[in-house]
């Protein structure tokens, strides 16, 4: 069904504030689900938002903290989450960041003991769209068997990048699992199959039931490359930001543990960033302009799918799955009656 952007909006913020979250922060945690949603992004999307709520609850996640910051050396600030909303002490993070990074060229931000992130392209198009370059890190709990595996050992360690461009800046966001646990688990949600290949299931066997695929483990993308920089997006982050790293990281897809895996944010201020802007710009469109093997699938850039699906969202209202409203008008109702 279609559901105008701003009531969608409007009806999530409410929620979160129910639980005492503070109007900003439930803007914010609130933000990157609309922002998923409107860009045909679902698995990190709105139907995460029960989980959020049920770790509020089960007092998993403090929805007031920000994060105890510290500054361990000139360009590398070392974060706490305190059990923090994710989307919120990743903004902090930023916020305290970029500054630094304008005057010293590169500021990095480690964040443990927070919840989960979202879309990590949220966070990469924020740094890029005031002119700067991001890389963003994340691990997860362990989803993806290694390659030649059959057991989950390796998080799906998203990584984003966003680079300053026009029209709208470059911004490549991707796991290095070949799908998300999200999105098995909103093929689950719907009673839909999954393709032959994305998964296996609890006894390692390859499976299309999406219910037994999360019980199992996910494929790497591109095979050993994929299983390869999955190990090494894990290491890295895991060792900078002090957290969790394997089959110890918890919290991020339950309401049992709390979250102890790792992000990583690294902030770059290009030298000559006009000069760079244009130049990147120029290359897109080159790349856009080329023949494509299908006429009627033109030559797209990372990130060109997502902005047109946002511009339908904000034009037409935001395409949301009936089982999906139908819960969300339940946790609102929830909501209520707990206030009162």
Same mark, same amino acid.
């Given at each position: 069904?279609?559901?105008? =952007?701003?009531?969608?909006?409007?009806?999530?913020?409410?929620?979160?504030?129910?639980?005492?979250?503070?109007?900003?922060?439930?803007?914010?945690?609130?933000?990157?689900?609309?922002?998923?949603?409107?860009?045909?992004?679902?698995?990190?999307?709105?139907?995460?938002?029960?989980?959020?709520?049920?770790?509020?609850?089960?007092?998993?996640?403090?929805?007031?903290?920000?994060?105890?910051?510290?500054?361990?050396?000139?360009?590398?600030?070392? #974060?706490?989450?305190?059990?923090?909303?994710?989307?919120?002490?990743?903004?902090?993070?930023?916020?305290?960041?970029?500054?630094?990074?304008?005057?010293?060229?590169?500021?990095?931000?480690?964040?443990?003991?927070?919840?989960?992130?979202?879309?990590?392209?949220?966070?990469?198009?924020?740094?890029?769209?005031?002119?700067?370059?991001?890389?963003?890190?994340?691990?997860?709990?362990?989803?993806?068997?290694?390659?030649?595996?059959?057991?989950?050992?390796?998080?799906?360690?998203?990584?984003?990048?966003? =680079?300053?461009?026009?029209?709208?800046?470059?911004?490549?966001?991707?796991?290095?699992?070949?799908?998300?646990? *999200?999105?098995?688990?909103?093929?689950?949600?719907?009673?839909?199959?999954? &393709?032959?290949?994305?998964?296996?299931?609890?006894?390692?066997?390859?499976?299309?039931?999406?219910?037994?695929?999360?019980? *199992?483990?996910?494929? &790497?993308?591109?095979?050993?490359?994929?299983?390869?920089?999955?190990?090494?997006?894990?290491?890295?982050?895991?060792?900078?930001?002090?957290?969790?790293?394997?089959?110890? #990281?918890?919290?991020?897809?339950?309401?049992?543990?709390?979250?102890?895996?790792?992000?990583?944010?690294?902030?770059?201020?290009?030298?000559?960033?006009?000069?760079?802007?244009?130049?990147?710009?120029?290359?897109?469109?080159?790349?856009?302009?080329?023949?494509?093997?299908?006429?009627?699938?033109?030559?797209?850039?990372?990130?060109?799918?997502?902005?047109?699906?946002?511009?339908?969202?904000?034009?037409?209202?935001?395409?949301?799955?009936?089982?999906?409203?139908?819960?969300?008008?339940?946790?609102?109702?929830?909501?209520?009656?707990?206030?009162?």
């Amino acid at each position: 069904m279609l559901v105008a =952007v701003e009531e969608v909006r409007k009806l999530a913020e409410s929620i979160l504030l129910a639980h005492g979250v503070p109007a900003s922060h439930a803007k914010t945690q609130a933000g990157l689900f609309i922002e998923a949603e409107m860009r045909a992004i679902p698995s990190h999307g709105l139907l995460r938002l029960r989980r959020v709520i049920e770790r509020i609850r089960a007092g998993l996640s403090v929805p007031g903290a920000t994060g105890a910051q510290t500054w361990t050396a000139r360009c590398f600030l070392s #974060v706490d989450g305190e059990r923090g909303l994710g989307p919120v002490v990743a903004m902090a993070a930023l916020d305290t960041i970029i500054p630094r990074a304008r005057e010293d060229g590169i500021a990095i931000a480690a964040i443990r003991n927070t919840n989960h992130l979202g879309a990590l392209a949220y966070y990469a198009e924020h740094v890029a769209t005031r002119g700067l370059t991001c890389i963003a890190l994340t691990i997860s709990e362990a989803l993806v068997h290694p390659w030649g595996g059959r057991k989950a050992m390796i998080g799906t360690n998203p990584i984003a990048i966003g =680079v300053p461009a026009d029209p709208t800046p470059m911004v490549l966001d991707m796991a290095t699992g070949l799908v998300s646990m *999200g999105k098995i688990h909103d093929h689950a949600n719907r009673g839909a199959p999954i &393709p032959l290949g994305w998964a296996l299931d609890e006894k390692g066997d390859p499976t299309t039931d999406a219910s037994a695929a999360k019980k *199992g483990a996910i494929a &790497p993308f591109g095979g050993p490359k994929g299983y390869a920089l999955g190990i090494a997006f894990e290491v890295l982050v895991a060792s900078l930001a002090a957290s969790a790293i394997g089959t110890d #990281v918890k919290g991020t897809l339950d309401s049992v543990h709390v979250s102890n895996k790792g992000d990583l944010f690294i902030v770059i201020a290009p030298p000559h960033a006009e000069a760079a802007k244009a130049l990147v710009s120029d290359y897109l469109e080159t790349i856009r302009a080329a023949a494509p093997a299908d006429p009627a699938h033109p030559v797209l850039a990372p990130g060109d799918r997502a902005h047109a699906a946002r511009a339908q969202s904000i034009k037409r209202g935001m395409f949301i799955d009936d089982g999906l409203w139908a819960d969300l008008q339940k946790l609102s109702q929830e909501s209520k009656k707990e206030m009162s």
